[in-house]
């Protein structure tokens, strides 16, 4: 685990990046939205999430797992490979709320899905 602030437990839902970029616009414009990272390939992200939430997560398409992550400035990302997209001093909250990051996602997904019928 590398940290440079305080890691207090939490978990991270880890979703597709195309569904998960769609989910970070929803929850920015809507509720406001906890850290996020990046896998250095661009393939996934990981929103941080309550602890707690591994336990009861179940939509398909994602994983949750524990893990602990820093809240101050400068923290470093609680995964290795990874790279903070909203980091914790630009996150609006200090987590994501499960049932309003799961509402994201299931729109993200339906409005991918239709725009991928609309391409010829």
């Known amino acids: 685990m590398a940290?440079?602030?305080?890691?207090?437990p939490c978990d991270l839902v880890t979703v597709p990046a195309r569904e998960g970029l769609e989910a970070v616009d929803i929850l920015r414009l809507r509720h406001g939205?906890?850290?996020?990272?990046?896998?250095?390939?661009?393939?996934?992200?990981g929103f941080i999430v309550p602890p707690g939430t591994a336990e009861r997560w179940d939509l398909p398409g994602?994983?949750?797992?524990?893990?602990?992550?820093?809240s101050r400035?400068?923290?470093?990302?609680?995964?290795?490979?990874t790279g903070w997209l909203v980091p914790p001093d630009r996150a609006v909250r200090q987590a994501t709320e499960p049932d309003r990051l799961r509402a994201a996602l299931?729109?993200?997904?339906?409005m991918l899905a239709a725009v991928d019928r609309c391409r010829p």
Do not use: I
């Open 3 to 8: 940290d440079t602030g305080e890691a207090a």
């Open 33 to 45: 939205v906890g850290p996020v990272l990046h896998d250095r390939t661009g393939d996934t992200l």
């Open 62 to 70: 994602s994983a949750c797992t524990q893990t602990y992550a820093g």
């Open 73 to 81: 400035r400068g923290a470093l990302p609680p995964v290795t490979g």
């Open 106 to 110: 299931n729109e993200a997904v339906s």
